[in-house]
């Protein structure tokens, strides 16, 4: 049975989303993430997707007070991501109350410092973040094309130590218009062996089922839930 996993973008401070991963457009859902986050554990979630914007696109820890509070006030799981590029700002996040980090741009930019964390943290705390367009890998907040392949970077992190992978297309990011399914299974066709975790376009129920066929194990879902578009309620069955 596939898995969702609800998300809380931060920016500012504030529960935001984004449309196909552009800051300027940006829509406020709610002022306090923290009430957000109790409402998914109130929910029966017991896992929480948590990105700190602001820190991804100025490249360095920023909302670590928004993971704090929200670590502090609920028991919910917290896989944390955004700006993760220094052994302060990996500290910070697992001090402030994250269970796991998520980063992208340091296992594509600085290799031996991700392998590093892997080693130091274990797998099952360091889950690697590709993001996508058009198949290659955007980095540092999904404003630069790193060139690379999505088959390549996987492989790679894969040959790495690996075992759990956010795959977000940004085309679909935001946009309620239905996941990449043929990206995922492609993915699945050229790499195994690994948790993937998808990421983008969720509209319905229906779009988890789809996602589950091709072999996803796991599913992000925001915009869809903001927007009532899936209920927490319809969730139940497919609670981590």
């Not at 009430?35 to 490249?59: M, N, P, S, T």
């Not at 741009?105 to 290799?111: E, G, H, L, T």
Request: a neutral charge; glycine letters at 8%; one cysteine or more.
């Amino acid at each position: 049975m596939i898995r969702v996993i609800p998300a809380i973008d931060i920016i500012d401070g504030k529960c935001v989303r984004l449309a196909y991963g552009d800051f300027s457009k940006k829509v406020i859902y709610d002022e306090n993430p923290c009430e957000v986050a109790k409402r998914f554990e109130d929910a029966g979630i017991k896992r929480l997707h948590l990105v700190d914007l602001d820190g991804a696109k100025q490249g360095k820890t920023i909302n670590f007070p928004v993971l704090e509070n929200i670590a502090s006030q609920t028991k919910l799981i917290i896989d944390f991501g955004g700006g993760i590029k220094t052994h302060d700002d990996i500290r910070i996040a697992f001090n402030s109350g994250a269970s796991m980090i998520s980063t992208g741009s340091i296992a594509i930019k600085n290799k031996s410092l991700f392998k590093e964390w892997l080693v130091k943290y274990g797998a099952k705390k360091i889950i690697a973040a590709a993001d996508v367009k058009n198949e290659k890998v955007a980095i540092s907040g999904w404003q630069e094309d790193s060139g690379i392949s999505i088959y390549d970077c996987l492989t790679d992190l894969l040959d790495n130590g690996v075992t759990q992978i956010i795959c977000t297309e940004i085309s679909k990011d935001g946009s309620l218009a239905g996941p990449a399914i043929d990206l995922y299974k492609n993915i699945l066709s050229h790499v195994s062996n690994f948790k993937l975790i998808a990421s983008g376009g969720i509209s319905c129920l229906n779009d988890i089922t789809a996602l589950e066929q091709v072999g996803c194990q796991q599913v992000i879902v925001g915009k869809a839930l903001y927007e009532d578009r899936i209920k927490l309620g319809e969730l139940t069955p497919f609670i981590l």
